[in-house]
């Protein structure tokens, strides 16, 4: 049973476009993130979602929007994209917003701007 | 600004030996520390973690210490064997529930 996964795996789309990665997780925890891992490896959190209201939301431009519809999934929606999006996106959760609790992490979704 | 760094992209290792991935942080108020192991295609998996209280930490083979006043950890793995071959990410964790990354170490374990 995958317990955090993500779909597409791969998304190759134009300049312009809106797309939506989304995420689902059945491990029955209250918090979930998107991370970004760009060209230099750098993961870097994006967004964090507990309980369907967003804690976290990093300096990222609004053409990318988070939405939960509940507690297991969390879709991240991406208006008119840029060539500087193209990166690798996944998905987390965790049992809690403590800070100590392990990240299960999505399998990542590689998105290619063109 | 990078908070947690990890400078050695790559280290290659003989099977049997230890490996020894480095990391260094730069936030006094972080207390919690993770590794993670990452497969190529894969999301990053959960390997072992440390609390700012202890300075050592083992799991079998693995083994996390922390240098508070250096603001330095590491992570051992002994004896290395060629499936622990992935990219290793080191991260750290303060009040709240936001995690920082370092970029990485590819370890290659040499049959």
Request: aromatic share 12%.
């Amino acid at each position: 049973d995958t317990a955090v996964s993500q779909t597409p795996k791969y998304l190759v789309t134009q300049m312009g476009n809106d797309k939506s990665i989304k995420c689902e997780q059945n491990l029955g925890h209250d918090t979930m993130y998107w991370y970004k891992q760009d060209s230099k490896k750098f993961l870097k959190i994006m967004f964090s979602y507990n309980n369907k209201e967003l804690i976290i939301n990093e300096t990222v431009p609004n053409r990318f929007s988070p939405k939960s519809p509940d507690k297991a999934h969390l879709n991240l929606h991406i208006n008119s994209l840029e060539l500087g999006d193209s990166a690798v996106y996944f998905c987390a959760s965790s049992q809690d917003i403590s800070g100590e609790d392990t990240q299960y992490f999505g399998p990542g979704t590689r998105l290619t701007v063109l | 600004d990078q908070q947690v760094k990890q400078n050695s992209p790559s280290l290659s290792v003989q099977e049997g030996r230890i490996s020894i991935l480095n990391c260094d942080y730069t936030n006094s108020m972080f207390d919690y520390f993770l590794w993670y192991k990452k497969y190529p295609a894969e999301g990053p998996t959960f390997l072992i973690s440390i609390s700012s209280i202890k300075d050592k930490n083992e799991d079998g083979r693995f083994t996390v210490f922390l240098n508070k006043s250096a603001k330095h950890l590491s992570l051992h793995i002994v004896p290395s064997q060629p499936g622990d071959s992935a990219v290793y990410f080191c991260a750290a964790s303060g009040t709240g529930n936001q995690f920082y990354f370092g970029t990485g170490t590819s370890l290659t374990v040499i049959p």
